[in-house]
């Protein structure tokens, strides 16, 4: 088993509040960090645009990973969100297996 953290941005903290709590209520990751105050600067339909935005970092494994994926889309506001998993190559063990007993179905 790996384990993932899975960074999503979201328009506010409403937003990451929403997904958060239900991707942890409905055990597809083990718990989310929300970091408020970015700002994105990005290219969008031909212009470059910035705005305020949250981040999420979710705490995941990769057996969960598609699971979480396709809830966080459906709960996600923007017609193209960003969604990524990084893989976590070195876990304190411990932490590993809350993460693991956390996101059990």
């Given at each position: 088993m790996k384990a993932?953290?899975?960074?999503?941005?979201?328009?506010?903290?409403?937003?990451?509040?929403?997904?958060?709590?239900?991707?942890?209520?409905?055990?597809?990751?083990?718990?989310?960090n929300i970091i408020p105050g970015l700002k994105s600067v990005y290219h969008w339909?031909?212009?470059?645009?910035?705005?305020?935005?949250?981040?999420?970092?979710?705490?995941?494994?990769?057996?969960?990973?598609?699971?979480?994926e396709k809830r966080a889309l459906e709960l996600h506001p923007y017609e193209t969100p960003c969604i990524a998993a990084l893989a976590a190559e070195h876990v304190h063990p411990p932490f590993l297996r809350w993460i693991a007993e956390e996101t059990r179905s």
């Open positions: 993932l953290f899975v960074y999503i941005t979201v328009p506010d903290e409403t937003s990451a509040g929403i997904l958060a709590r239900t991707l942890v209520e409905e055990r597809l990751c083990a718990g989310a339909q031909g212009k470059i645009e910035e705005q305020g935005e949250c981040a999420c970092i979710l705490k995941t494994t990769d057996e969960r990973w598609t699971a979480l």
